[in-house]
């Protein structure tokens, strides 16, 4: 069965399952011969552990933040007294049937992870009446946090704080169909030359690369989760038109929205 990275499959979250805090005591254990049940991203709060996986070693302190693949077998030793962790479960897409190598994700200074991993847990300990369209909600933003940090190559810090920067410059102007990219290099005090090449450089993508990659992944979830029009989708995430909307849709997912929409009516909502 062929495997992928993430960076180069970004496949679609399928369901999201459930968030756990766990404790586990220093010592030995190993998963079950078939592997994990699920996807699953964790984040060590505290301790530190060794894994054996996929043909690589892995090892994780506090603060990592990692994926572990649906039907990886592994095993793993707690080198700590005690290891603490929160455990999101979920499954993401394969179309092919393919697999996903398990990754860790490079230190992020700002903790973003952290705060997320904690609003999950405390999200899906309230319980409440949206807890799952809430946590998924969440979770495709770990899930971006997981594809922007991994996909960064070594910048100085003032580079780097400026990427970041124009990441949540565009994240937040997603729906602006005047977006652009000298506006987007303005906003972060670089030329727009400068601006592209060191986005380029940091995110393996085109600053216009990465504002599709997003739309698209948004108008996913609006057609799988919403019953929006279409033309009210391509309206809300900025594209200039319906026409341009589909093209990119179907050039990007490989299903018309129509399609798309008709493929997971077969799945449930929540």
Same mark, same amino acid.
């Given at each position: ?121 405390? @999200? ?6 949206? @807890? ?34 124009? @990441? ?103």
């Amino acid at each position: 069965m062929q495997k992928e990275t993430l960076m180069e499959a970004r496949p679609t979250i399928e369901k999201f399952h459930r968030v756990i805090g766990a404790v586990i005591q220093r010592g030995f254990a190993k998963s079950g011969p078939t592997g994990r049940k699920t996807d699953g991203f964790i984040y060590a709060l505290e301790g530190s552990a060794h894994y054996e996986l996929d043909g690589m070693a892995l090892d994780v302190k506090t603060g990592d933040f990692f994926y572990l693949a649906r039907n990886a077998v592994y095993s793993m030793t707690v080198k700590s007294e005690t290891y603490r962790v929160i455990i999101v479960n979920f499954d993401f897409y394969r179309p092919d049937g393919n697999d996903f190598f398990c990754a860790k994700s490079p230190v992020n200074e700002e903790k973003n992870a952290e705060k997320l991993f904690r609003k999950l847990l405390s @999200v899906w300990q309230l319980q409440s009446t949206t @807890v799952r369209e809430e946590c998924l909600s969440l979770l495709y933003t770990l899930y971006a946090e997981f594809l922007t940090t991994f996909g960064m190559t070594y910048l100085s810090s003032i580079s780097r704080n400026r990427m970041n920067d124009a @990441v949540r410059y565009i994240n937040k102007h997603l729906g602006d169909g005047l977006l652009s990219i000298p506006e987007i290099a303005e906003s972060v005090h670089m030329s727009e030359s400068h601006f592209r090449r060191s986005f380029k450089e940091s995110f393996k993508l085109s600053p216009v690369q990465y504002i599709n990659m997003q739309r698209i992944q948004q108008a996913k979830d609006l057609i799988r989760y919403s019953r929006d029009s279409f033309s009210t989708i391509a309206e809300r995430l900025g594209f200039s038109s319906i026409y341009h909307f589909s093209h990119l849709f179907k050039k990007e997912v490989g299903y018309s929205p129509s399609e798309y929409r008709k493929r997971y009516d077969q799945y449930p909502k929540t």
